[in-house]
């Protein structure tokens, strides 16, 4: 069984309807119950959402003890969720920098946390987060959102490692523009700006990162693990 968070849009609701496909059970979350019949509209009968706050650390520890008293097993997590709060540091607030870290790194620790010992236990699992080409470049205004996904690098690696004997695989997929209701919200300006730092010239769709992170998850990438897989169009080369 799969657990996606932020399923209810964009990438992760790509992500959920390509698993579902596949004939994987699927658990999407999202933060508002709007977000939850959407998730169970598109999966049907191979699933089923329920509401998470991921700024709740016990809400999160308690969701997934639901989970497993229902004597479901996550095989797969895949850590889409995320926000940003946008602002220069010198006006950057306490708030705008804590939401941010709280929903794009701490819940991956919790999350990660609470599906590993099942994963030990059963000598397999795969945990793929969506992070950001932002986290290996920088970018003027966002050092939150930045911190955050450069953090997921260090995290997603020393996991790697703990538990790579284990038959359990821990990679993240790192965006670059990807064609989402974010981008919609681009001028003509900024949106020529951000299309010149691209050499392919075009944004990504959510269906090239669903795709990719299809492959991690499958067998085919058992010997993949502790990397970023970047999906930028060229804008950034490691």
């Given at each position: ?7 209810n ?19 999407g ?24 706050n ?6 999160i ?8 008293k ?11 969720a ?24 701490t ?10 010992r ?18 290996s ?12 996904k ?12 703990e ?6 695989t ?42 990719a ?26």
């Open positions: 069984m799969a657990l996606v968070t932020g399923a849009q964009g990438i992760g609701k790509e992500i959920a309807k390509k698993l579902s496909e596949k004939g994987i059970k699927v658990i979350t999202s933060t508002t119950i709007n977000g939850v019949k959407i998730i169970n509209q598109y999966l049907k009968k191979n699933g089923f959402g329920f509401v998470l991921l700024k709740d650390t016990d809400s520890l308690e969701k997934m003890k639901e989970i497993y229902k004597n479901y097993s996550i095989d797969i997590l895949i850590n889409n995320g926000i940003k709060s946008d602002n220069l540091l010198v006006y950057m607030n306490s708030r705008e920098w804590e939401n941010v870290i709280k929903i794009n790194l819940s991956i620790f919790y999350m990660s946390k609470s599906v590993i099942s994963m030990i236990k059963n000598k397999y699992g795969r945990i793929i987060t969506i992070g950001s080409v932002i986290g470049i920088g970018n003027r205004g966002q050092v939150n959102y930045s911190a955050s450069s953090g997921l690098i260090g995290f997603h690696k020393s996991l790697a490692l538990v790579a004997s284990k038959g359990i821990v990679n993240i997929v790192a965006p670059g523009l990807i064609d989402t209701q974010l981008t919609k919200k681009l001028n003509i300006l900024q949106y020529k700006k951000h299309l010149s730092n691209i050499p392919m010239q075009r944004l990504g769709t959510t269906k090239e990162i669903a795709d992170v299809m492959f991690l998850s499958s067998e085919k990438a058992s010997y993949i693990t502790g990397q970023t897989l970047h999906i930028n169009g060229g804008m950034y080369m490691p």
